[in-house]
């Protein structure tokens, strides 16, 4: 698929990214472990915290858990993650990484006419908690070069409801994050490449997909997500990126492809 292109660019890049710094004396040495939080099996820092815009706040409640929330998104859809670091050796770590979820403030919210509106007026929500839970295994196969995998699933135990209490959720995006409430589960996997480009350029390139099993009007539907991101880090306390999001997803009426670009700041103190 032609879209496919941009992580084949990326996965390229970080080759070549890799390729420089083994020849660069400068940057022969072992980088130290990561300050700033993402997509890799470790935590950030203890008591190291970081706010953003977009993303969650990350906490680090000792050398080997980290917590993350958003601290406006939570009054809207409460939720905590935790991050755990189960194993580390060398340039390999793996992590065990939860999250829980209340989902139904934010499906009223969002059942409205007008701005703001993706589900019908007349929708109920029912009384739902989500959990999600994922190994996380990363490898720094170069200085300053990390790739990250993903295994996980989702489920959301939930009181009953009709399609006419609730109908789908397909907004792109959302549509596999709330699926879990309209199947039994929805398992997934990613895989992540983040590194230096030069010195405080960043970039972070991803892949992940979902499985949506036996949906109402859809049957088994699926979900592929791929980003690139570009991220200036001024030290250790403020970072700026910009990137592009694509989500194509299997819905009731059509396979669509759908594109986000975003900009974010963050802040770690």
Sequence with gaps: MKHCLSAALALALGSHVASAHAQDSAHAEQEPRPIWSGNHARPVPEHRLELGLLQN???????????ALHPLWFFALP?????ALAAEQGPLSLAVRGRLAYPTIFLGMV?????????????SPPQALQIEGELLGSWDFAPAQTLSAALGVAVAPHASFTSA???LLDFPFLYPRFAPLYTVLVPRAALYLEGRLWRSLYYEASALGFL????????????LEQSLALEYRAGDRVAISLGTRLSEAKYAY??????LPFADVRFGF
């Design 57 to 67: 706040g990350h906490y680090g409640l000792s050398k080997r858990l980290e917590l």
């Design 79 to 83: 939720h905590v993650e935790l991050k």
């Design 111 to 123: 059942s409205r006419e007008g701005a703001g509106g993706l589900l019908p007026k007349t929708s």
């Design 165 to 167: 209490e609730m109908p």
């Design 212 to 223: 949506m099993p036996q949906l109402p009007d859809v049957g088994t539907a699926w979900a």
């Design 254 to 259: 059509a396979t669509r492809l759908h594109y």
